[in-house]
């Protein structure tokens, strides 16, 4: 079962979800990014995101680093 669909599920059930690192990349994080920011399952206000893989390695293939912060215009 795919993310979309378990949160789909979840959202259907009354249950908060939440999204995590597993040490990916900076392009798996983005990714995560993108999901935490556009289903509504995934309540970080409750159960704050673990957005951390790219911390943890020395070089990444983004070009840029990622800026990630709380969503409301500041970064952490």
Same mark, same amino acid.
């Given at each position: 079962? $795919? @993310? *979309? &669909?378990?949160?789909?599920?979840? !959202?259907?059930?009354?249950?908060?979800? #939440?999204?995590?690192?597993? /040490?990916? %990349?900076?392009?798996?994080?983005?990714?995560? /990014? !993108?999901? $935490?920011?556009? %289903? =509504?399952? /995934? +309540?970080?206000?409750?159960? =704050?995101? +673990? /957005?951390? $893989? =790219?911390?943890?390695? &020395? #070089? +990444? %293939? *983004?070009? !840029? =680093?990622?800026?990630?912060? @709380?969503?409301?215009?500041?970064? #952490?």
């Amino acid at each position: 079962m $795919g @993310t *979309l &669909e378990i949160a789909h599920v979840a !959202q259907a059930a009354g249950v908060a979800c #939440s999204i995590g690192s597993n /040490l990916e %990349l900076g392009i798996g994080t983005a990714a995560m /990014l !993108q999901i $935490g920011a556009m %289903l =509504p399952a /995934l +309540d970080a206000e409750t159960y =704050p995101c +673990d /957005l951390v $893989g =790219p911390v943890y390695h &020395e #070089s +990444d %293939l *983004l070009t !840029q =680093p990622l800026v990630i912060g @709380t969503g409301r215009g500041e970064s #952490s």
